[in-house]
């Protein structure tokens, strides 16, 4: 079929445009939007029920995830697909005003185990032999004590040298939580 033959053809159009097709949505996209929005539905049934109030969501939504508590295996996998679907018609901000809530109850969690973890740094620090780390920490706490600071630090050192439990290395921790809780 030539050129003039064809009926779509027209001298007028540009032979330079390309088609345009229909846009659908993203089947993968909706599915990762669908998967998320259930573990946000998990993350809520997970929280203790006095820290639910605190989350903006309406009551049909909160009653769901309170029955989800009560439920077993196969209910509540079927209760989460649920959640979800109630969760579908929220608007990206109610989503994120969610999220953000649940964000601001796990926080304390958060600070809370990064500071324990800073505190077993400073111990391994401490127990390697990390002078300039002692003299910041008493600098820093005034109720730090020098000497039994070193005599942790000494007893945790022939414990290892000796294979026994680290029963001093466990109260130079303890010395370091309460020192700085």
């Known amino acids: 079929m030539n050129r003039e033959d064809n009926p779509i053809y027209h ?14 949505p993203n089947k993968t996209a909706i599915k990762r939007d669908m998967l998320a929005l259930r573990a946000l539905g998990k993350r809520l049934a997970a929280l ?10 309406d009551d049909t939504l909160r009653d769901a995830i309170v029955l989800a508590r009560r439920l077993k295996k ?6 989460f ?9 929220l608007g990206a901000e109610e989503v994120d005003a969610i999220r953000d809530a649940l964000d ?6 958060r600070d809370e185990v990064a500071r324990l973890h800073q505190l077993e740094e400073w ?5 390697a032999g990390d002078d300039a780390l002692l003299n910041d920490i008493i600098a820093q706490y005034p109720a730090a004590e020098r000497q039994h600071l ?9 414990e290892a040298a ?6 001093s290395s466990r109260a130079l921790f303890q010395y370091l939580n309460d020192l700085v809780g």
Not at 81 to 89: A, D, G, Q, T, Y
């Open 162 to 167: 000796a294979n026994k439990p680290p029963k």
């Open 11 to 24: 001298e007028d159009d540009d032979a330079e445009e390309l088609p345009v097709y229909a846009e659908r």
């Open 123 to 127: 111990r391994d620090r401490l127990l």
């Open 48 to 57: 203790h029920p006095s820290r639910l109030d605190e989350v903006p969501i």
């Open 150 to 158: 070193r005599q942790l630090i000494r007893n945790a050192g022939r």
């Open 104 to 109: 601001q109850i796990d926080q304390p969690h």
């Open 81 to 89: 697909i649920f959640i979800e679907k109630l969760m579908r018609p």
């Open 74 to 79: 196969g209910a509540l996998k079927r209760q």
